[in-house]
Structures are given as structure tokens and as C-alpha cells.
């Protein structure tokens, strides 16, 4: 016959039960907390999306850039990729979790045809400790599965994470997040990987400094001639696809 527990050994037990819920209850909390910080940071770039919008009502089916600050820099992007449609609701210093936190806010509304993304630098830069590259690219598919969810037509063209100089420690895990990504586009139909580290470079594989503003991070608008130089015909060649599927759509009712 097995002894009853102790007063002690039973308040063991019952600590060690609880002790994982209140770890997790923790976590949660923090992650609440982090949350509510980071949409407080960036409300004020959705209230100007919001006064955007209404000024200027938007039409669905345009051409969409979403991501992080490397595109919401980008303020010529509309002019730069013209006669094509282009819409950017990028906003800054985001992550891959506030694309799928924002989803319905950045892309739902436009139901865009076409979706250029830039994100997952500042996810690789966040922490002491860099976060594992498939643990971003998991984020990345989700934002792909829910597009394809919503609309299975829209074509998704991902912009390269770039290789900058404030980062150089980090480019090892830069180029596997590429590379996941790379791999993902090439077995996933319409989707197209963008590699635009090529452009930064010199001759020798060095980051072209004169391309970079002071935090080696962001770029000085040559870097975006750059950019469209190597995104431009792409997207003109998706745009036209899209538009040659429409047609067909439409005289097959």
C-alpha cells in the first residue's frame, strides 16, 4: 500500500503542477505587453494610411509593397515603378509577426493582385541572440498561406533580405533566411524571389557605403534606382500575366 503524501511533498507537487502555467501565464503577459508597445509605435503610420485612403480612395487590385522600413523609405516607389499600379503600406521597423499581426489592415482591405514583400531584416537584427532563420521563414509562409486563402490568384514577389554593413556578424543567418525563402518561391506557384544584394555590392563583394545613410542600414535614394532597376521588369512581367489571366477569366463567363 502506497504511503499518502506528506504536507511537504504534496506542496512540491502541487508547485511543480503549477509552475508551467505560471511560466506560460508570464509569457503571455509579455507578449500582450509587447504587442500593445509595438502597435503603439506604429498607430500613427495607420491613422495617416487611414486619412490616405480616404483623401484618395483606393481601388482593389493594385500592385501592393508591404514590409518593414526598407520600402516605407521608399517613397518614390510609386513614381519609379510607374505606369504600374503601386500602392506601399509599409511600415517602419516592423517584423514578420506585426505583417501577420496587421494583416487585415495592410492587405485584406486592398485585395491586391500582386504583393511585393520586404521583411525579416529587422527580425534578424532584434535580440542579443539572432533569432532562428526558419523560425522567420515559418512567418513568412503563414503570410503566404493566408494570401492564398483569401486569394489563391494573387502573385507574391519577395525582396531579398539585404546583406548591410550594420549587420555583417549576422549575413550567415541573412542568407539562410534567403535561401528558405528562395527555395519556397521556386515550389510554390506564383511566387517569385527578388535577390537584390548584388546591387549593393562592389566589385569585390564589399557593401557599396555610398549606397547606405549613416546607420548602414537604410538607403540614400541611388540605392533605389538600384532597386527598380532589378524589381521593375519583374513586376512588369507578373503585372502582365495577372492582366492576360484576367481577360481570360472574364471572356470565359
Known amino acids: 500500500m502506497k504511503k499518502p503524501l506528506s504536507r ?8 511543480l503542477w503549477a509552475l508551467p502555467v505560471s511560466v506560460l501565464a508570464a509569457e503571455k503577459k509579455s507578449s500582450d505587453d509587447d504587442s500593445a508597445a509595438r502597435w503603439k509605435k506604429y498607430e500613427p503610420e495607420f491613422v495617416a494610411f487611414a486619412e490616405a485612403d480616404r483623401a484618395s480612395p483606393q481601388a482593389q487590385g493594385k500592385i501592393l509593397f ?6 516605407r523609405k521608399w517613397t518614390t516607389v510609386a513614381e519609379q515603378m510607374a505606369p504600374l499600379p503601386v500602392l506601399n503600406r509599409a511600415f517602419g521597423g516592423s517584423r514578420t509577426p506585426d505583417q501577420l499581426a496587421r494583416f487585415a489592415q495592410v492587405v485584406t482591405p486592398y485585395a491586391p ?3 511585393v514583400y520586404y521583411c525579416g531584416s529587422n527580425d534578424l537584427k532584434a535580440g542579443a541572440v539572432v533569432e532562428d532563420p526558419a523560425a522567420i521563414f515559418s ?3 503563414e503570410f503566404s498561406e493566408r494570401v492564398r486563402a483569401a486569394q489563391p490568384a494573387t502573385r507574391i514577389i519577395f525582396v531579398s533580405s539585404t546583406r548591410s554593413p550594420d549587420r555583417v556578424e549576422r549575413w550567415e543567418q541573412v542568407d539562410h533566411y534567403n535561401a528558405l525563402v528562395r527555395a519556397y518561391c521556386a515550389a510554390t506557384p506564383h511566387h517569385t524571389f527578388v535577390d537584390v544584394n548584388p546591387a549593393l555590392v562592389d566589385r569585390d563583394g564589399h557593401p557599396r557605403l555610398d549606397l547606405y545613410v549613416a546607420d548602414k542600414l537604410h538607403f540614400h535614394p541611388p540605392a533605389y534606382v538600384e532597386f527598380t532597376r532589378i524589381i521593375k521588369p519583374v513586376l512588369t512581367r507578373v503585372w502582365a500575366e495577372v492582366q492576360v489571366e484576367t481577360a481570360a477569366k472574364g471572356s470565359a463567363r
Not at 511537504?8 to 508547485?15: C, D, E, M, P, R
Request: hydrophobic content about 65%; proline content about 0%; charged content about 15%.
Open 8 to 15: 511537504f511533498s504534496l506542496i512540491a507537487v502541487l508547485l
Open 113 to 115: 493582385k500582386v504583393i
Open 66 to 71: 508591404v514590409g518593414s522600413s526598407i520600402f
Open 139 to 141: 512567418r513568412f509562409r
